[in-house]
Nanobody, 119 residues
Framework: VQLVESGGGLVQAGGSLRLSCAASGSVFNIVAMGWYRQAPGKQRGLVATITSGGSTNYADSVKGRFTISRDNAKNTMYLEMNSLKPEDTAVYYC??????????????WGQGTLVTVSS
């Protein structure tokens, strides 16, 4: 599975952005997808996840502001980000949990897209 993010950029505080993650390859083996982010000098952390059944989970810091979704027909996942804050500035990574067999599970990552929120 290959993942390609897009949609990052520079936005003012209070603004909005929508990130996209296009998956290709053996997408039928994807069991869950998610967004993670890494700010300068910090570890990569969870933003939001979504299962193949549509169940979602969010980090407390983004609840009520960010919405994760996926379009299975387009093999694309989205992250709608509203009310952005300077502390949301980070490189955002797309992640997919892939199970090519019952006994195997691997995680794939995209290359990341930079989101910068100015104050």
């Amino acid at each position: 599975v290959q993942l390609v993010e897009s949609g990052g950029g520079l936005v003012q505080a209070g603004g909005s952005l929508r990130l996209s993650c296009a998956a290709s390859g053996s997408v039928f083996n994807i069991v869950a997808m998610g967004w993670y982010r890494q700010a300068p000098g910090k570890q990569r952390g969870l933003v939001a996840t979504i299962t193949s059944g549509g169940s979602t989970n969010y980090a407390d810091s983004v609840k009520g502001r960010f919405t994760i979704s996926r379009d299975n027909a387009k093999n694309t996942m989205y992250l709608e980000m509203n009310s952005l804050k300077p502390e949301d500035t980070a490189v955002y990574y797309c992640n997919a949990g892939v199970a090519p067999s019952v006994e195997a599970y691997v995680e794939e990552w995209g290359q990341g897209t930079l989101v910068t929120v100015s104050s």
